[in-house]
């Protein structure tokens, strides 16, 4: 954290939520309105910081040179998500522009993009910056989950606080996010997950802030979608340990761009993919820690578990000789489906669905385990 905050250069040189590039959605802001938009500091500035500091390689040097747009660049990596970079826009006239959204994480994307942009007016980032630099220290986010695999013999546990979900609707009327998460806690869960996404989800950063403010000692994951490293900032002060990073949505820069933010930080990064391809970009990104394989495709909720296998079968040996712990993500009900990720070597599970819909979500974590977790 200091030494970001020190360095006077670096900090004038922070770009905008698509940072270094021009910003994602350039090809559609024909719009004089939003070419208008003001860069919070010359992308030149960024590239050239992230270039001293080698973060940037020649291809990503070259297509920014090149003047391609950032869903240029995005579209080359195997992403499908695109943004429209028109926060002051309003949605009728993005998708006049765009089209419509093409799924249903296009069109949360589409959303964040604007809601980050009124977070950062209610809020601004130097002020954020500041507050982060005074918050208490972090937990031991990847620490917590090496250590719980080791005492238990089963995949440490990710527990997740989670209202509703696009896919399946509420999932628990009578929620109360600190209940649920001192009983996760109380009943062996290493770490907890809190949905900070409001409009999809129904969870709030005042949720993570509770729960953090509480008393719980397991790390948490604020588990949004970060398209901005405002929300980082802004995670940080309201008592994350760790946030999740989407490869189907950022970029390799972004990632590399935002993996520095967090250690800046003392933030831990859970990177999730979906896919093959997401899972390499992300194995040939440096200081990754932490990655989760998602078992549900958040374009198509289409959910198979047995994704998580065939991802590791292939890159398995890889991501042992980095270090990295594997997450297994979504779609787990029972012992069976603990073990057969476990066999397929993940270190962890992330589970939220079969535990909160629970009439006591606590207990659940036994039988999902099939034995009574320890701290
Ligand atoms: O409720 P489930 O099927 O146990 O899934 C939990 C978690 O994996 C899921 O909530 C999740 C994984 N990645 C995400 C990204 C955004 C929002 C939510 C998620």
């Not at 770490?191 to 008393?215: H, M, P, W």
Request: proline residues 5%.
């Amino acid at each position: 954290m200091q030494a970001l905050l020190a360095s006077p250069s670096l900090r004038a040189s922070l770009p905008s939520a698509r940072p270094s590039l021009p910003s994602r959605g350039l090809v559609a802001l024909a719009a004089p309105a939003a070419r208008a938009r003001p860069l919070r500091c010359g992308p030149r500035d960024t590239m050239e910081a992230l270039a001293r500091d080698e973060m940037l390689n020649a291809v990503e040097l070259e297509q920014w040179e090149s003047g391609k747009s950032a869903n240029d660049i995005a579209a080359c990596q195997g992403i499908r998500i695109r943004r429209h970079g028109r926060p002051a826009a309003s949605m009728d006239d993005i998708q006049a522009e765009m089209g419509a959204p093409r799924n249903i994480l296009e069109k949360i994307i589409w959303d964040k993009e604007i809601e980050v942009a009124q977070g950062l007016a209610r809020c601004p980032l130097n002020e954020v910056i500041e507050s982060a630099g005074k918050a208490p220290p972090t937990r031991d986010f990847y620490g917590a989950l090496a250590a719980a695999h080791k005492r238990n013999g089963v995949p440490a546990l990710i527990a997740e606080v989670k209202k509703a979900s696009p896919s399946r609707g509420v999932l628990r009327e009578n929620f109360d996010p600190v209940e649920i998460a001192q009983a996760y806690e109380k009943h062996g869960a290493a770490c907890l997950s809190i949905l900070t996404d409001e409009k999809y989800f129904q969870g709030s950063f005042e949720n993570l802030q509770k729960v953090r403010k509480a008393g719980v000692k397991c790390p948490l994951l604020c588990k949004e979608f970060v398209v901005d490293k405002w929300q980082i900032y802004y995670a940080r002060v309201m008592g994350a340990d760790a946030v999740l990073l989407i490869a189907a949505v950022l970029t390799d820069l972004d990632i590399k761009y935002f993996l520095r933010i967090c250690k800046e930080l003392g933030l831990t990064a859970l990177i999730e993919v979906h896919d093959e391809r997401e899972m390499e970009r992300v194995l040939a990104i440096n200081g990754v820690q932490l990655i989760g394989i998602n078992n549900r495709s958040l374009e198509t909720f289409i959910v198979d578990t047995s994704n998580t296998k065939t991802l590791l079968e292939k890159h398995g040996d890889a991501i042992r000789e980095k270090g990295i712990l594997v997450v297994g993500e979504s779609g787990l009900f029972n012992p069976d489906d603990v073990a057969y990720v476990q066999n397929a070597g993940v270190s962890a599970v992330l589970v939220g669905e079969s535990l909160v819909k629970q009439a006591d979500p606590g207990l659940a974590i036994a039988g999902l385990f099939g034995k009574e977790l320890v701290h």
